[in-house]
């Protein structure tokens, strides 16, 4: 699959999908010597499994301004997050893929010559998120990996790890369930020719564990 070797190439985010399906038939066995049927029921377990790039994307930067001041912390901080606004724009994202969030302030007071903390302030800091948004899945891990560039130019930043998340899951589950009941069906026959059976109507199915994670992870789950 050429598209899934490009993405790792990439680094782009990929995750693993893996259905599970019970199924329940009927079998039957035909007596040599008597010419009876007698009928019984068979479990067989079956599998889907599929490989997706996901389509949405969600990063969050925080800026801190800090000073011995309100004013000039909150000044400080203006400026940075100025300047990661533009850097983004600049690299491509649109403008609304940026949401702005709330300054936060922290005060931090000054200690006496016992340690402990005065009424004094001897510092203010104020840290805002700027959260990005966007379904450009590899603009959004190029420029994660691009980050430092913005802290080399002065701006206190602290970066979260981009997530990722696939938004058609619902579209793939019906087509797996399908292609894990086909499986199951398919290993059915195989133990019923095996011990000189035939299989019959569909008794009862379950579907199993859907589960998702990152490519190649070889991470099991009984809870999905």
């Known amino acids: 699959m050429e598209w899934r070797s490009a993405a790792k190439d990439y680094g782009l985010p990929l995750f693993g999908l893996v259905l599970g399906i019970s199924l329940v038939v009927s079998a039957a066995l035909l007596g040599s010597s008597v010419a009876k049927l007698k009928r019984y029921t068979l479990k067989s ?28 912390a909150y000044a400080e901080l203006s400026e940075g997050y100025g300047k990661l606004k533009a850097y983004l724009l600049q690299q491509g994202l649109p403008a609304s893929a940026l949401e702005e969030g709330i ?54 930043l602290t970066v979260m790890a981009p997530q990722f998340t696939y938004s058609k899951l619902d579209d793939l589950k019906v087509d797996m369930i399908g292609k894990a009941t086909a499986n199951a069906r398919a290993r059915a026959v195989r133990m019923a020719e095996s011990t000189g059976t035939r299989v019959g109507p569909l008794v009862s199915a379950s579907t199993g564990v859907f589960q998702i994670t990152p490519e190649d992870s070889t991470e099991v789950a009984d809870w999905g």
């Open 103 to 156: 300054a936060q302030k922290s005060e931090y007071y000054a200690t006496n010559a016992f340690g402990h903390p005065t009424r004094d302030v001897a510092s203010v800091e104020f840290v805002r998120p700027l959260e990005v948004k966007s379904d450009d899945v590899v603009a959004v891990t190029r420029l994660a990996r691009k980050a430092a560039d913005l802290s080399s130019q002065g701006v206190d």
């Open 45 to 72: 377990t079956g599998s889907a499994s599929r490989a997706v790039l996901a389509d949405k994307a969600s990063w969050r930067i925080d800026v801190k301004g800090a000073a011995p001041s309100e004013t000039a």
